[in-house]
C-alpha cells in the first residue's frame, strides 16, 4: 500500500500590505510589521523587492534582491539588536 502525497505545506511567509510607514508580513500564521525608521533597507525599495523573499527554518528571512537577512527574533524586538551603523 503507498502513502497519499503529502499536500502543499502551509506555514511559510508572505508580504501582506505595504504603507507608507512600512509593511506587513505573514510568518507561520503571525503577522509582523516592520516600520522602514526601524528597518531602514526597506524604505527606498521596489515593491517587486520588497515582496520576494524567502523563509527558512522557521524563523529566517531573506530578500534576496535586497541582500537583506532577518530572523524573526529581531523582528519582533528591533531596539534589542543593533540594525543600524552609525
Known amino acids: 500500500m503507498r502513502s497519499v502525497e ?3 505545506t502551509t506555514s511559510g511567509c508572505e ?6 510607514h512600512g509593511f506587513w508580513i505573514l510568518a507561520d500564521g503571525t503577522e509582523y510589521f516592520l516600520p522602514f525608521d526601524k528597518f531602514p533597507w526597506f524604505k527606498d525599495a521596489r515593491i517587486s523587492e ?3 523573499l524567502e523563509f527558512s527554518h522557521g524563523r529566517h528571512l531573506h530578500w ?5 537577512d532577518l530572523s524573526l527574533d529581531i523582528i519582533r524586538d ?3 539588536y543593533k540594525l543600524v551603523s552609525k
Do not use: F, M, R
Not at 64 to 68: G, I, Y
Open 6 to 8: 503529502h499536500g502543499k
Open 15 to 20: 508580504v501582506t500590505n505595504i504603507s507608507q
Open 50 to 52: 520588497i515582496t520576494e
Open 64 to 68: 534576496p534582491k535586497l541582500d537583506v
Open 78 to 80: 528591533p531596539d534589542k
